[in-house]
């Protein structure tokens, strides 16, 4: 999805950052068009004056929205909530909200930070490859486990985290699900997991925010992000 003019949507991003990928997920919910401005992460891109100029942080993502810069995927998924209501990411009751944050925000900060390239390469220099991989490995395990334990609640009925429309915390869940696969972690005896995995597969918004369809590496594929 493309925009052009004052009031563009930007997103800056990289192809394989689950933070990038929550977002991506979340406007292709909300049928949001933007355009995708890549940062390579690998390359050292985030920590140039160019993009600390729009994020400070040097982190990904962040999105260009209503003339203003947001960072930090969860505060985006709630901005775009709160601006563009429907279709809704959390249901209308008040504590279903809440377990719904909950159980993105045990992913966004208990998971992914620990799974975080800094922190990978800083384990790396320690320890070695192998420590990296088996640091990440058991990190990611374990806080699945966790949430599939969360996904016990009322408002699960099998489909989706919560009822029978995708919201925020399946939008956080798959792109983890996305790295779990990435570093040969298995989650298929967590069935709960397993089965909002499917339902998203084949929800055409997580298709299109899939990261295979913006890897700079891949000829011929269909330019989700940037779509005329």
Not at 38 to 48: F, I, K, S
Not at 164 to 176: E, K, N, S, V, Y
Not at 188 to 210: E, K, M, N
């Amino acid at each position: 999805m493309s925009c052009s003019g004052a009031d563009a949507i930007i997103l800056h991003d990289y192809w394989r950052s689950s933070a990038s990928y929550r977002v991506r997920i979340a406007l292709a919910l909300k049928d949001v068009a933007y355009t995708r401005v890549p940062v390579d992460l690998v390359a050292g891109e985030q920590r140039g004056a160019a993009h600390r100029a729009v994020n400070p942080q040097g982190l990904v993502p962040a999105l260009k929205i209503d003339g203003q810069v947001l960072t930090q995927s969860l505060a985006i998924l709630e901005y775009l909530e709160e601006t563009r209501p429907e279709p809704a990411l959390l249901p209308r009751h008040v504590a279903a909200r809440a377990h719904l944050r909950a159980i993105s925000l045990t992913i966004a900060c208990e998971i992914h930070p620990l799974s975080n390239l800094n922190v990978l390469e800083r384990v790396q220099a320690i320890g070695g490859s192998e420590a990296r991989a088996e640091w990440n490995r058991d990190n990611i395990a374990s806080g699945l486990e966790v949430v599939e334990r969360l996904l016990h609640h009322p408002g699960y009925i099998g489909r989706f985290c919560h009822g029978d429309q995708p919201g925020m915390a399946d939008c956080t869940l798959i792109p983890q699900l996305y790295n779990a696969t990435r570093w040969g972690v298995v989650f298929d005896h967590l069935p709960r997991i397993t089965t909002v995995a499917q339902s998203c597969h084949t929800h055409p918004a997580f298709q299109q925010a899939h990261p295979d369809n913006f890897d700079p590496s891949r000829e011929a594929k269909e330019p989700w992000g940037e779509r005329p």
